[in-house]
């Protein structure tokens, strides 16, 4: 019909998960036409509460309560999820922290993975049956051809950096810092390729020795790694803090 608009939105929502059993918290990407059921067994794989011993808050964004999950037949998307809102699990088993993580009194199971295979209600004949996560070849190799360009844009840029050359390092979320360019290349921490640091305030995370390897020498905490899409090289005079002042 003409004029009628149709509105599109993403079948797939990223939460934060938080439980009373724990201070920890985590995320997770959710199917919104899974069940509260369904999503209750995923939560149980993560938080570590039963699911027939669990309760489901949901929280805005910026952690507002906004209602209790109740319905376990109502599909997960019928509640108010956004990307980055919170799910919170209450545990009703009476369960305590410290017990969930002594498995010093956990009977220990092996369960090989050809029998786990096998299984027809285990996580992951659930992920095949919803063409989820690495069961979903499409959205896998979509992500590894995007992770490939991301990596060759991440080479160029450092190629692009020489050591010793000021900079302006900004990271989403933090605040933006200058400092000296002190290493370019790949690292034995992690895969790619990285940028490091010597900060002009104490903004670091090391003095630029990660996991027993030195890279380069500063003071300690002035040290940080990042990538080289988050490194600016250019005339960024170091600032004058008034540290020699009293």
Known sequence: MDGEVTVVTNPFVNVRITSSLSSFENRRRFNKRITIAELKMLLEMNVGVPASSMDLEIFSTTDRFLQKIDNDEALFGSYPVDDECRIHVIDRSGGQTSELFDDSKVEKFELSDEAYEQRKESVRSFLKKQNLGRF???????????LTIREEQQKTAAEAISVGSRCKVEVPGQPTKLGTVMYVGTTEFKSGHWVGVKYDEPLGKHNGTVQGKQYF??????????????????????????????
Not at 136 to 146: D, F, Q, T, V
Not at 218 to 241: M, R, S, W
């Open 136 to 146: 979903n070849e499409e959205e896998a190799a979509k992500k590894k051809a995007e």
């Open 217 to 246: 020498e500063c003071q300690d905490k002035y040290g940080a790694f990042v990538k080289p899409l988050n490194v600016t090289v250019g005339d960024f005079p170091e600032e004058d803090y008034g540290l020699d002042e009293i």
